[in-house]
């Protein structure tokens, strides 16, 4: 009889890192401990004034202390770890576009100025923010601080420079916690990354009775909460649902397989028709994934599926053989008109019930569920034609000034993130509001999707 190896392991090692009660004893033990020190209403807020998102962030901070008994503690932050940011160009164009689009839909100041900041101004401002910390009105402040920033140029840089103590000891603290970036708030052991993970810490917040108030409501859910909710079935000859919705996904990636999931509810709630373009993950593309990296994504995964209703966690990675194999078949599933049907199994083999894919018996049995043919799939694992279109989905992607999965396309509006198919959403209606007023079809739209790649 053949002993377990790691492989075999390893899933259930992640099923019990992301099981229920061992995160209701690690927020036993950290909410004990922070009891202890008096800190049990302490979060602590680390911003770079590089980041943009930082300015949604502090807005919607100084909105939560209205709501809730809480303090901020500031922890200003500079250098990163370059392997985190692995294309920092499209980053940072990406970056203050989306946190433009995120300022918006909360009716928040957008960080939307003309120009990047120079680095005269960011040091400038590094040294303000620094002093902020230490002052009792420490949100106010660097608020006002990221507003110049970001929203105006008409902000004078100050000579002062940053205290580098300080501004190292923020730093290793960062690292010491578990993280790597700006815009993060950590409160009792758990990372809340900007604006869209505020609606956990709000209910943490009132797990620890910190809520001034009885309703049990959480107000910043804007991005997930109502996906779908105002959609209209179309007919297939609706003009907004000649456009297939693309989605650039990797069968490795936990994101897009949520991604994945809420992309087929938006598609059927609007019948519009969704283009899967598989792409290599970025371990496969010769770009790292470090582990602080690796660790937030799973622990952030496992809550966004569970506050979703999508099961998450019992992982098998599928990486390096797994994916080639995958992506392998996707052509001839394609072909029967069950590609959807095969990379949402594949995805939830792989990411919540510890199918191993790069063996027989585990791809056997996906291949089988999304109602494919075995013997038919098994002649074809040794195809290595899928390199060829894999490498087009990551250059077309790349053409979207993004460069990392879930991104989605609808037309000429992208969008990196499974947190943002509300964006999407609302370009649908928008293109169906138009229609309905002017008939106008999309004339930018060529590609020929059958009724067969409908997302139902």
């Not at 401002?125 to 970001?150: G, Q």
């Not at 034609?385 to 053409?399: F, L, P, T």
Request: glycine fraction near 6%; charged fraction near 25%; aromatic fraction near 10%.
């Amino acid at each position: 009889m053949r002993l377990p190896d790691k492989a075999d392991l390893m899933p259930w090692f992640a099923r019990a890192l992301s099981s229920a009660p061992r995160y209701s004893i690690e927020h036993a033990i950290q909410g004990a401990r922070a009891k202890i020190r008096g800190e049990q209403d302490l979060a602590r807020v680390f911003i770079n004034p590089r980041d943009p998102f930082g300015l949604p962030l502090l807005q919607a901070l100084t909105q939560l202390q209205e709501g809730y008994r809480v303090r901020f503690r500031l922890h200003t932050v500079w250098r990163l770890d370059d392997d985190m940011f692995p294309e920092p160009a499209l980053w940072r164009n990406w970056a203050q576009q989306d946190a433009t689009r995120l300022a918006g839909l909360y009716g928040f100041t957008p960080p939307n100025r003309p120009t990047p900041p120079s680095e005269t101004e960011l040091t400038s401002a590094t040294a303000r923010l620094l002093i902020a910390e230490e002052t009792p009105e420490t949100l106010t402040t660097a608020l006002s601080v990221f507003e110049e920033l970001w929203h105006s140029t008409t902000g004078a840089a100050t000579d002062g420079r940053p205290d580098e103590t300080t501004l190292s000891e923020n730093e290793a603290m960062l690292r010491r916690l578990g993280h790597y970036q700006g815009s993060m708030v950590w409160y009792l052991g758990d990372w809340f990354w900007g604006v869209d993970r505020l609606d956990h810490l709000e209910r943490s917040l009132t797990r620890q009775g910190l809520k001034r108030h009885t309703a049990d409501v959480a107000a910043f859910t804007r991005t997930w909460a109502d996906l779908a909710n105002n959609a209209t079935v179309l007919p297939d000859d609706h003009p907004a649902a000649a456009t297939p919705l693309e989605v650039f996904f990797s069968i490795r990636s936990p994101y897009s397989y949520l991604g994945l999931e809420r992309a087929v509810q938006l598609a059927n709630a609007w019948n519009i028709p969704l283009r899967l373009r598989p792409v290599l993950p970025m371990l496969m593309r010769g770009q790292s994934v470090p582990d602080a990296k690796k660790w937030y994504i799973f622990h952030d995964t496992k809550r966004e599926a569970s506050k979703l209703g999508i099961p998450y966690g019992f992982v098998a990675d599928p990486l390096g053989p797994g994916v080639e194999r995958c992506y392998a078949l996707f052509e001839y599933a394609r072909s029967e008109g069950r590609e959807i049907d095969y990379m949402r199994t594949y995805a939830r083999a792989v990411n919540a019930e510890g199918i191993r894919s790069e063996t027989e018996e585990g791809l056997k049995l996906i291949v089988e569920r999304a109602g494919l043919d075995w013997q038919k799939a098994r002649s074809l694992l040794d195809d290595e034609s899928w390199r060829v279109w894999a490498e087009d989905n990551r250059q077309a992607m790349y053409e979207c000034g993004l460069w990392g999965v879930p991104s989605f396309r609808y037309g000429a509006v992208s969008c990196w993130g499974q947190d943002r198919l509300w964006v999407i959403g609302e370009e649908i209606k928008k293109r169906v509001e138009t229609s309905s007023t002017q008939g106008v079809c999309d004339p930018t739209n060529n590609a020929e999707i059958t009724q067969s790649q409908r997302s139902n």
